[in-house]
């Protein structure tokens, strides 16, 4: 379904994620200009590349295929953005920079990740290969992506479900209290598109751009709630399920979406839903 949008993540832009997460220590290196910024955008796929871990495609609605030697994957329930991406072009027609990002629809989503503290390379935890990650089928059309726009009306809940049991995995998280968003995030994005470089665990995103032959649309998963004490101490294994649902706060509550989740009822039109399981190849 995006296999020829370019594939970005935005490493933390929730208060309090990467600490639990242990993963702080991964961006001493990092310079921020306020303590809310976050810290870096990464890479999960790149189109157009005819090798490479990252010219995998590694997006399921259905399933998460985890990899042979991690048993520390975790659910990361976000909010992705699908994107155009505009580009400033010289007088002959020839791709500069990233101009602007204009979000057209978002959707539940799962940045599964292995924790491996320290790993060089962000991206190095998030594309393992195929169903690597999850992204719902049921997109939402953004009326416009600034105050008062429908994705402000929106909360980000999540769920673990195991022989029988289901917990809250994240903490019900209204989607308004990402550390950076609306035009404040696009900005920043944009920004790093432009000028972030190969540094830490940080990638030099203009050149990616370019070796991906400048895809015009993009998924963008712009960070990952909070997680509730069982959610940072439980950990993916094959037979789970994992559901994120983003879902309209002025419509449901959080116990309503969590027995909605229970009875397998998450139906509604009006939330982006996102089920996995977990299956080996």
Known sequence: ????YIGFGVAGNFAGHLEQAGEAA??????????IQPKAIFPFYLPNLESGQLAVYPLSSTIITPPNDADNLQIEPE??????????????????TVAALVPRYFSAYN????????????S???NWGINSKGISDNLIAIDHFAEGGILDHYRIASFHYRDGDIHRYGEDSAVVGYSYFHNTL?????????????????????????QSQYPTQAVISIGATRYTPYGETHFLQNGDTSIVVV???????????????????????????????????
């Not at 991964?26 to 303590?35: P, Q």
């Not at 940045?111 to 962000?122: E, F, G």
């Open 1 to 4: 379904m995006f296999n020829q």
């Open 26 to 35: 991964d961006f001493i290196t990092v310079e921020v200009k306020e303590a």
């Open 79 to 96: 909010v992705a953005l699908i994107c155009d991406v505009v580009y400033n072009l010289d007088a002959d027609g020839i791709t500069q």
């Open 111 to 122: 940045d599964c990740s292995i924790r491996k503290p320290h790993a060089k390379k962000i």
């Open 124 to 126: 190095e935890k998030k």
């Open 186 to 210: 696009l900005d920043w994005i944009v920004e790093r598109m432009n000028h972030q470089q190969d540094v830490g665990p940080t990638e030099n995103i203009a050149q990616l751009l370019q």
């Open 247 to 281: 879902y309209d706060g002025r419509r449901y509550s959080a116990d309503e979406i969590m027995q909605m989740a229970t009875t397998n009822d998450l139906t509604d039109d009006s939330m982006s839903v996102l089920i996995q399981q977990v299956n080996p190849l």
